[in-house]
């Protein structure tokens, strides 16, 4: 009997399947930790991360993946009906033993991981959460290759019943991304108000620089401005409008801004609440120096003459 030859269009399809799943599967995961760290932080983590820049990537890496895989995936099988002998070529059972050999790798380490962290007494629900998500995932992936290579899949009505079930689950997460991140004018307008922030933040930091050399605060934030280093005072994203400066003491200062929104998840039980004793004054989800509300803002800094002492002159040669 002769073997079924694999064309080029069959190497093409199931690597490019395969490829497509891997990335899908692995979007799901990040999605479903970062809900997780959303609605239960883990108060021993300093470092979560951006939540929304994970949001954000693994769901534009699902809204491309998934379609592609669930279109390959119609291709193959209408292939199948009109050849059955090609559900044994070789190069297609290589892949799915493959994939079969890394759904049970990720699902022995995710076991590990959870009896490591239980003898660390670190077995948290958030930890518990994330394992589930990885054990389900990876555990449906397994259980689908395990029965298609040991049945007629184009025979059976299962495939399409697995991809109706996968195409609910991930418009589900894709929609609660959604909801926690907010729509694409949303998420823009968070971007402007964190270049909003870093803006003062760099005000701030020239602003003491003046004051450690000059032991007084500028009179406004033109003065600021150096043709050596190249230093301009940023202004608003939006509107190019200069910020708020306001000299209050000899060594007090506040700037304002206006914002579009609240502080990303500042006024939910989220990783704004979380305080890190690392925390050098970069905005980030963990600092609660720069929250605010939507509308105008000031911030009110006073200048410890202690802990910003005036740097020492080298001695004149």
């Known amino acids: 009997m002769t073997e079924l030859r694999t064309s080029p269009k069959d190497v093409f399809l199931h690597l490019l399947m395969m490829v497509t799943l891997y990335i899908g599967v692995i979007s799901l995961i990040a999605l479903s930790f970062a809900y997780v760290d959303y609605w ?7 470092y979560p991360g951006n939540i929304l820049d994970t949001i954000r990537f693994s769901s534009s890496m699902l ?5 592609l895989f669930l279109l390959l995936s119609w291709f193959i099988q209408k292939d199948l009906r009109k050849n059955p002998k090609k559900h044994d070529l070789r190069f297609s059972k290589w892949l799915i033993y493959l994939t079969l050999l890394v759904a049970a790798i990720t699902i022995i380490i995710d076991l590990i991981q959870l009896v490591n962290r239980f003898y660390a007494g670190d077995l948290t629900l958030p930890f518990f959460l994330k394992v589930l998500s990885v054990l389900i995932l990876a555990g449906a992936v397994f259980g689908y290759y395990i029965w298609d290579v040991q049945s007629e899949p184009h025979k059976s009505k299962v495939p399409g019943i697995v991809g109706w ?5 991930v418009l589900g997460m894709l929609v609660l991304g959604f909801f926690v991140a907010g729509s694409p004018a949303k998420q823009r307008e968070i971007r402007m108000d964190e270049r909003r922030v870093n803006d003062l933040q760099m005000l701030q930091s020239e602003i003491i620089n003046y004051w450690q050399l000059k032991q007084v ?4 934030l033109d003065q600021l401005k150096n043709k050596i280093s190249g230093f301009i005072p940023p202004r608003d994203p939006e509107t190019d409008s200069a910020y708020d400066y306001k000299v209050l003491a000899p060594f007090q200062f506040e700037l304002c801004a206006t914002f579009n929104s609240p502080s990303p998840f500042g006024s939910t039980k989220s990783l704004a609440r979380i305080p890190s004793p690392y925390d050098k004054g970069y905005y980030n989800s963990s600092n609660e120096v720069w929250d605010h509300d939507a509308g105008l803002k000031c911030f009110e800094r006073t200048i410890d003459p202690e802990l910003y002492p005036k740097p020492s002159q080298p001695a004149i040669r």
């Open 63 to 67: 809204i491309v993946s998934f379609p």
């Open 40 to 46: 239960h932080p883990d108060l021993l983590n300093y």
């Open 165 to 169: 079930a996968s195409s609910f689950l």
């Open 217 to 220: 605060l500028p009179s406004d």
